[in-house]
């Protein structure tokens, strides 16, 4: 499904209630541009720290813009076992010009030639992206309005706003009270503008929106008065209308930050600078606070590149890294789980990606990265359990089996592989697990297996382990234990017996 602008504002009821209602939501974003072509000690290295890695890609961000989100919402179906329905949409997006704002973005030639190469429509993105605008931005603009220092700034609005006027003031000339006339091919937030221009500029007018356009009235000087003041359509309610459609996908972004869904993505670093420079506020130069606000805004992330190239060293699959390759490898015979896996489905109106394959389009990509999260959780259970199928698996088991995974975020051509989100820089945190056979724990004392338990261990010196409980399973007994090396398994054993 797709939506622009036109469209987007009557969806918003039906888009809260599925994210509400979701499990989980896939995310994938296409930009204008992805690097800028920085130079010297600006450039990119291998060897940069995360903190010096987000603040030359941060210059970036704030240099290109988004001109398409995906989200795939999905939702385990009651009554079926271990079944999915998922809802895929496509947003164009373009920055919201209105008064004051005009934000300036640039193209990279080689973006622009990749996206071609797929078949994105520009001039969805051009013609009717939807708007949107940052926490400070909004700011700005709720203060001009509601105070009536409101101006309209750009050139082309000025134009438009120029020739409606004329028009309007002609007709007047001629019209007795009581009669109306129709401005038509107006409409969303700028038909808002319109109407807010020539209340300001004409006393005897009233106008209200309509299907066909802007519908303009002659009225008297107390009719007017008393619309203003008395109706549905008083200007202080009037005016918040204005900055709700001004905000656009911003309003659909605050809900999705409300749900505090877990959101999932692939490579979802550039993803989540741009949501937060969009959406919520200019980037920091902090790096660390940066993090902060990310996880206030997202309490859980998970990166499918980080989780597949981390289970990939463990199984017999190609090494693949590419997204549509990684969901082509999960749904071969390589993968062991493939007929026993979770069943996902498309949504009604949402049926484009059951024989299509749309690779890098937005809401296609963020289909696969919510599909590839199932079924890398569900190997990861089966590989726990030693079972195939296991038995009543839930999102709730999936999402406690990738609990080493939630919040580490891929980074790409950094001295890192990758970063904690949750955590600020510098503080250490456990490193990656290695599992423990259910045969090894079965050779371990009953009274020292605390089920139904999962534990793992915090070194504190070259041979001393601390461990501690982190979640409980359903199973009867611990399935396995995580020991976080570079401890030894000799110590961690040595304090079971």
Known sequence: MDLGADEFEESLPLLQELVQEADFVGLDIEFTGLRSNLSGPQQISLFDLPSEWYLKTRQSVQ????????????????????KYIAHSCNFFLFPTTFGILDSEFSFQASSVQFLNQYGFNYNKFLKNGIPYMNEEQEKKIRHDILT??????????????????????????????????????????????VQLVLRQALPDIWTVLKDEGVVVK?????????????????????????L?????????????????????????????????EKFFRPLPESYDQFKQNIHSLFPVLIDTKNVTKDIWKEMNFPRVSNLSEVYEVLNSDLNPTKNSGPEIVHASRCEKYVKTKCPHEAAYDAFLCGSVLLKVAHLLLQKIHG?????????????????????????????????????????????????????????????????????????????????????SLSAARPPAATLRSPCSLEGVLGVFV
């Open 148 to 193: 009536g220092n409101w101006r309209v700034r750009s050139s082309p609005d000025k134009d438009q706003i120029k020739a409606v006027i004329d028009k309007v003031t002609r007709w007047l000339d001629l019209a007795k009270e009581g009669d109306w006339m129709t401005l038509p091919g107006i409409a969303g937030f700028q038909a808002f503008e």
């Open 218 to 242: 002659k009225v008297s000087k107390q009719h007017r008065w008393y619309l203003q003041n008395t109706s549905c359509d008083r200007e202080s309610c009037w005016k918040e209308k204005i």
């Open 387 to 471: 079972i195939d199928p296991v038995p009543e698996s839930s999102f709730p088991q999936y999402l406690d089996v990738l609990a080493p995974y939630v919040n580490q975020v891929n980074l790409i051509r950094a001295g890192v592989p990758k970063i904690r989100a949750e955590r600020p820089e510098g503080v250490p945190g456990p490193p990656d697990p290695v599992h423990l056979p259910v045969p090894l724990l079965e050779a371990l004392p009953r009274r020292q297996l605390r089920a139904p338990s999962l534990w793992h261990s915090d070194c504190l010196g070259p041979s001393r382990v601390h461990l501690r409980k982190i979640w």
């Open 63 to 82: 240099q290109f813009t988004i001109c398409q989100i995906g989200l795939s919402v999905f939702s385990a179906i009651e009554g079926e076992a271990n």
């Open 244 to 276: 709700l459609s001004a905000r656009g996908f911003s309003v659909f972004f605050q809900m999705l930050v409300k749900a505090q869904k877990p959101l999932v993505g692939h490579n979802m670093m550039m993803d989540l600078l741009h949501l937060h």
